[in-house]
């Protein structure tokens, strides 16, 4: 049985098509810049790789044109679309409404466009690939698996903000968290791994171009670090993590910018690039080889935003049995994990660094020692693979 799963950006849409028999994609890609002249389409199967600029107006056509390639009758990996049994749409926002994934039907995408206050940008595309699913696929279940879902099993004094109560109350504004379907992957996965009873108190790093961080007790979320948008917690690519609130109105101020400039910088200009004038962590240690001490301050405060999360979380949680890397940068990049686990000696971590720099990467390794009173292990994502597990369940799909 095949399950579409389709993740949509602001202006992206990445998709896999997954052979839920063996959970293996039989293929994926992404189509890019959508809504701009420089559309760009990417599609994958097996080991070829088809790539094409071609204008694409909105996340429908785009959803169509994905939808061709699958069943092109040269290199489609479909005979026909009614293979695809069932959909699942990566959405960003549940709000307080959705403590896991759910079956789509009229209320929950009402509630759904209520909730899209806090994704301007994420969520209409959401809705739309939703929508644009129930027209050119009738009859064929759509499941909405939540980025934030995960995380609503935090108690209130954890996720609410300190302002006045009524904004609560009248806005929900409070902390939600993000990448909920990675932390969930990782934590179950290294609970099946190393067995639930080792694993009763773990913290999963999810870094890559956004990062954050989740404690996680007895297998429920009991905080993280990101908030009612990704912003919130560790220094990022591009975004700052947490700041002074006040620097806000300082910046606006002296830049003689509005607000929504300011998040603008804090969210795009602001992370490694606000510091190097790089984003990506891959090129950042490239300028670090060069000699370049910005980039060293870059990922040296990352580092050290990171160490300030896991200390609090280690507290949080009474102890710590198990710290997961995963992401692009958690999975792979053994400098960032040496600078982020040198110093934690003091919570009976104790990591064999050789095998950190020599592990081979894509495959669940354990980097601590025998010694060590923390496990710490590198274990890579598969976010796609929990949207098509909650399609079958929620889709009801046998
Ligand atoms: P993600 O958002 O999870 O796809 O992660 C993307 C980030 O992972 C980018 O900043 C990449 O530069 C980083 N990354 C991927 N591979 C490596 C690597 N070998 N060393 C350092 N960073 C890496």
Redesign the pocket.
Known sequence: MKVLVVNAGSSSLKYQVIEMDNEIAVASGIVEQIGSENSNIVYKHDDKKYEHNEIVADHITALQKVIALLCDKENGVLKDISEIKGIGHRVLHSGEDFTDSVLVDENVLKICKKNKVFGPLHMPANIGCIEACQNILPGVPNVAVFDTSFHLTMEKDAYMYAIPYEYYEKYKIRKYGFHGTSHKYVSEAVRDWLGAENCKKIITCHL???SSLAAIKDGKCIDTSMGLTPLEGLVM?TRSGDIDPAVVEFIATVKKVDVQEVLRILNKESGFFGICRES????V?KLIDAGDEKAKLALDMFAHSIKKYIGSYFIELGGLDTLVFT???GE??DY?RKLILTGLECLGVDVDFDLNANMKRGIPTVISTEKSKVKVVVLPTNEELVIARDTVKFGNLK
């Open positions: 890559g171009n956004g690519g990506d962590c891959r090129r240690c992401g692009g940068i792979n990049s960032c």
